[in-house]
């Protein structure tokens, strides 16, 4: 079974896809619930097919996390667009609440799925809802994204969230393998960590766009401390493998061989060292 974290995924109704690690004899199996196939067909018609096979093993390492919170719960998602995973919690029976920066791109599907999403900048507002509203609260690849420090929106999670209420929150992992490896190599050549590329873009991003880039990404010691310090217990934290096993799918050897040999290196390093994998997991409980 391939571990989403220190324990592996166990999810309802799950058909298991391969996934192969060239030349190295390792075969992993990732679990995802029958009824992400009907999210993602709908991903397929909406265009977004590419970004739901990206992100498919984060959805399902977030909805394991919320397997404690009954169905028929009520979570606050924080950061929607573009409402895969939101639909995700719709089929597995929550109730479901959003905030996001613009929630009308996306308006045509909250109102098919029968969610309300609220606007909010919550780096300059609270989160536009009433203290112990809230069963459980998603806040998933968001984190990295503020551009101040992340305390004031976790201690309004703590508002809104009833009592044994949990935050599941995840981020990438500052300590990602594939990530040090590639600073190690930049910093060798005598570059900069960024590329040139990527400092223009970031640097030409003005308002609300600059939300659209990584400010900072964290160590799980600092995500674990930030949850604590404002004022929820960890209850869990784990290193996600959300990202290694996109690419070795069965097929692709044939097709990019040393693409896949690259991402099979990096996949057995993050199996054999827990910290070195792509994303942190944190579930903070009131």
Do not use: C
């Not at 004031?152 to 009592?163: A, D, H, I, Y």
Request: aromatic letters at 8%; charged letters at 25%.
């Amino acid at each position: 079974m391939w571990q989403f974290g220190s324990e592996a995924a166990k999810l309802p109704h799950s058909p298991s896809i391969k996934l192969a690690l060239p030349g190295r004899g390792i075969v992993m199996r990732a679990a995802l619930p029958t009824y992400f196939e009907r999210v993602e067909a709908n991903a397929q018609q909406d265009g977004k097919a590419a970004y739901f096979r990206y992100h498919r093993y984060r959805y399902a390492a977030l909805m394991q996390a919320l397997s404690a919170v009954p169905r028929g719960g009520h979570v606050l998602e924080v950061g929607v667009t573009p409402g895969q995973f939101t639909q995700l919690l719709v089929e597995n029976g929550y109730r479901v609440s959003g905030v996001d920066l613009d929630p009308t791109k996306r308006q045509a599907l909250w109102d098919r799925i029968g969610v309300e999403v609220r606007q909010a900048n919550l780096e300059r507002e609270p989160i536009p809802f009433a203290d112990d509203s809230f069963d459980a609260i998603v806040f998933s690849e968001v984190i990295e994204h503020l551009v101040y420090s992340p305390l004031p929106v976790l201690r309004e999670f703590r508002r809104v969230l009833r009592r044994g209420g949990r935050a599941v929150i995840s981020t990438p992992n500052e300590l990602y393998a594939k990530s040090r490896l590639r600073a190690i190599v930049r910093m060798l050549l005598w570059q900069s960590v960024q590329t040139r590329a990527e400092f223009q873009q970031q640097m030409r991003l003005e308002g609300e766009a600059r939300y659209t880039t990584h400010s900072r990404t964290y160590t799980m010691q600092e995500l674990a401390w930030l949850v604590d310090e404002a004022g929820l217990h960890v209850s869990r934290r784990e290193h996600v493998a959300a990202w290694e096993p996109i690419g070795l799918e069965p097929g692709r050897w044939r097709t990019h061989p040393l693409r896949v040999a690259a991402k099979g290196s990096v996949a057995a390093l993050t199996a054999a060292l827990p910290a070195t994998r792509s994303m942190l997991l944190v579930v903070g409980v009131k």
